[in-house]
């Protein structure tokens, strides 16, 4: 006589079962997950215009007014114009968590300048650097006069990292290194002579939102999404990072891409 269990199947046909069901929950899964990120990514983009618009008239503000007004003035617009920025950040953290697979799939390929990419992300890093006074150095001996890879994601990587460093470093420099590594890796490297990170919170750093688990203790802004959208688009790009740090010595982040046609010509 079979093994029954109580509801009359054999262990094997509750198996199955329990298989069927599992396989039909995990498509099920996946389609809600999908419209979450579909949700975010449309709201995202419905803020996308208005922080963007806000930004250019704080920077016209800033850059035609200051002069006729005092310097408490002043420093109100420089503060506008720093949360607008992060605010910005935020809207763009959230756009690439949502789309970063996609991103990475759809786009092409294309010659990246480290000059041009670094030039992009100047502005960004200038207003999170606005109060700080920190030294912003930028390491480009090793690196290639072009190669080829996806812009956006690698784009995104940098800023974060290069925010995040600045965010978490009350004195010092923030150095950001571009160079080839072998003749088809490049290593983004960005360091920081801030207070490091303890190894038992290196892992949940990664995690989506990590700083909303410590909301009345954390002494800096943000979701805690910059080092999640960097985990997705390294996954993105079949990339690997890598992290240095210890308590008060600073952290440096590598991320290592696979890279093709890159010219070795240092710039």
């Known amino acids: 006589m079979p093994n029954l269990s109580n509801n009359g199947h054999t262990p094997a046909a509750n198996a199955a079962v329990a298989g069927n069901r599992l396989a039909s929950a995990i498509p099920a899964a996946q389609w809600e997950q999908g419209l979450h990120m579909e949700a975010l990514a449309n709201l995202a983009h419905e803020l996308r215009s208005p922080v963007q618009a806000l930004l250019g008239y704080l920077d016209i503000l800033r850059d035609e007014m200051t002069e006729a007004l005092g310097d408490r003035h002043k420093q109100i617009i420089e503060r506008m114009n720093a949360n607008a920025h992060d605010l910005a950040q935020t809207v763009e953290n959230v756009m690439d968590f949502s789309v970063a697979d996609a991103m990475a799939e759809s786009a092409n390929e294309e010659e990246i300048r480290p000059h041009d990419l670094l030039g992009d992300l100047a502005p960004a890093l ?33 800023l974060n990292l290069a925010v995040n460093a600045i965010k978490f470093t009350d004195r010092g420099s923030v150095t950001i290194a571009i160079r080839l590594a072998g003749s088809s ?17 290196l892992s949940q750093a990664f995690e989506t939102c990590a700083q909303l688990s410590h909301t009345s203790t954390r002494r800096h802004r943000g979701m805690g999404l910059g080092l999640a959208v960097v985990q997705r688009n390294v996954e993105a790009l079949g990339a690997e990072i890598m992290v240095r740090t210890a308590l008060l010595q600073g952290s440096t982040f590598v991320v290592t891409i696979p890279i093709a046609n890159a010219n070795p010509n240092v710039t």
């Open 126 to 158: 200038e207003a999170a650097n606005d109060t700080k006074g920190l030294e912003i150095k930028y390491d480009l001996e090793a690196a290639p006069t072009v190669f080829r890879s996806r812009r956006r994601p690698i784009k995104s990587i940098l």
């Open 185 to 201: 890796q490049l290593e983004l490297e960005v360091s920081d002579t801030g207070p490091g990170i303890e190894a038992g919170l």
